[in-house]
Structures are given as structure tokens and as C-alpha cells.
């Protein structure tokens, strides 16, 4: 079980992040299974995000630090969020139907919606943590930390409560183009809590209801705004759904702050 659960959890580091993790032996279904884990993963990426924030606070000053989180985390996950913020805005940014949404989703090029949404939401990042860490840098890490977990438990939840949008015979990654179980759900919003109670003590109980109040929010209007628009999920709206949440934590506990 335990040998399992180990394999589930390397798996889902190795989709998500280019962390050199070996397989031993892949199954299609186990890549449903691991999504359990994507919060865990995102707690370690936020864990190396932050360390490397701590490190440069001690020789630059609080923006270049920050940038340097953030420029680490992105290189780690090798863009894979911010990629799907940004053709989920190309996407969905205009007036078109669904058929023509997805068609656009799924081209490579960047459009006007997608570089105005990705720079926007990572420039708003940037401010937050900047906020975040004027007067407490420690406060900031352990927030890089709660935002990557609780925006990736958002995405699970997306991937459990709608359907698969896109044509399932050419998903990129088919597995998860299933809803992922109950099962899956429960450990995912588990990890979290569990983080989220660790972090209440530093970060302030009022600054962390506030913060998972509004990534909640979040979650939801994204979760109409996608069965509305394509009638469910796609790969892309997923990473759309981590890089708002984790900006929604961070709003949350830099307006409590």
C-alpha cells in the first residue's frame, strides 16, 4: 500500500515538474489515481520557491527576490500552469462558441487575451508577495508555500466535480481526462488541510480563513464560468485554475495583513 501510494506520489511529481523521478512500471489508470497527490507536489514546489526566496533576501533586495521565486517555480514546473492560463484566456477571452474556444485552446501561438492574462496575473503575483514580505520575508515563504497547495487541491476539485471538455481520443494526457474519485478528493483536500492547520499560527487564523475563503470563490466561478462556456474541464482550464487560485491565497492573506 504504502510502495503504491509512493509510486502514485512520484508519478504526479514527474508530470508536474521536471524533476528527473523514475518509474519503475506505468499503468494509464495510476495517472488518474496520482492527481491525490498534485497538492503535496505543489507544497514541494512552493517549498523550493520559497527557499529560494529566503536565500536571495539575504543578498538582493525584496523585488529581486521575489522575482527569483517566482522565476524558480516556473522553471520547475517548466511553465506548465502558466501555459494553460494563458490559452484558456485565448480561449475564452472573446465571445466565440464552444466548438471555436477549443479550437483556439489547443494552438501553440499566444494571443492578445493570453499574454494580456498571463502577465497581468503574474505581475499581481509579484505585488502580493512583494506586500507579503515587506515586513515579515518568513510570513511571505510560508505563503508561496499554502498557495501552490491550495490552488493545485482547486484544480483536483475541478477535475472531480465536471466533466472532460475536450475530445478525450486526443487529450495529451488521457487518463486525466477522466473525473478523478472521490477518493482522490479527499486525500488531496486532506494534504491541504492539514498544511493549512500547520500554517494558521504564523500566517494568522483570520489572514488564513480569508485566504481559503477566496481561493474557494475562485474555485467556484471558474467551475460555472468552464460548464457554461465548454460544458467542463480541459487541461488548460486547469492550470488557468492553479495560477488564480494561488493569486486568490495570496490576496487573502495580503488584504488580512
Not at 43 to 56: D, E, K, M, R, S
Not at 218 to 234: K, P, S
Request: proline share 4%.
Amino acid at each position: 500500500m504504502l510502495r503504491q501510494e509512493l509510486g502514485r506520489l512520484a508519478l504526479a511529481l514527474q508530470f508536474l515538474t521536471r524533476v528527473p523521478v523514475r518509474i519503475a512500471s506505468f499503468e494509464p489508470a495510476e495517472l488518474n489515481r496520482c492527481a491525490r497527490w498534485f497538492p503535496l507536489v505543489g507544497t514541494l514546489v512552493g517549498a523550493f520557491g520559497a527557499g529560494i526566496f529566503l536565500f536571495a533576501t539575504a543578498w538582493w533586495p525584496l523585488p529581486v527576490a521575489v522575482l527569483l521565486s517566482m522565476a524558480a517555480t516556473v522553471w520547475l514546473t517548466g511553465g506548465f500552469h502558466e501555459d494553460g492560463l494563458a490559452d484558456t484566456c485565448d480561449g475564452l477571452g472573446g465571445a466565440v462558441a464552444r466548438e471555436r474556444a477549443l479550437e483556439i485552446m489547443k494552438d501553440s501561438r499566444l494571443g492578445s487575451y493570453g499574454a494580456l492574462g498571463l502577465v497581468l496575473t503574474l505581475a499581481l503575483k509579484t505585488a502580493l508577495l512583494l506586500a507579503l514580505a515587506q515586513d515579515a520575508p518568513l510570513r511571505a515563504a510560508l505563503a508561496m508555500v499554502l498557495a501552490h497547495a491550495v490552488s493545485r487541491a482547486a484544480a483536483v476539485g475541478l477535475m472531480a466535480t465536471l466533466p472532460y471538455a475536450g475530445d478525450i481520443e486526443h487529450a495529451k494526457a488521457k487518463p486525466l481526462a477522466q473525473r478523478v474519485t472521490t477518493a482522490e478528493l479527499l486525500v488531496g483536500y486532506g494534504t491541504t488541510a492539514v498544511l493549512s492547520a500547520a500554517s494558521g499560527p504564523l500566517l494568522g487564523w483570520p489572514s488564513l480563513a480569508l485566504a481559503l475563503v477566496l481561493a474557494a470563490f475562485v474555485a467556484a466561478w471558474i467551475n460555472r464560468w468552464l460548464r457554461r462556456r465548454l460544458g467542463g474541464f480541459t487541461g488548460d482550464a486547469l492550470g488557468a485554475t492553479q495560477q488564480w487560485c494561488e493569486a486568490a491565497v495570496l490576496l487573502g492573506l495580503a488584504a488580512a495583513h
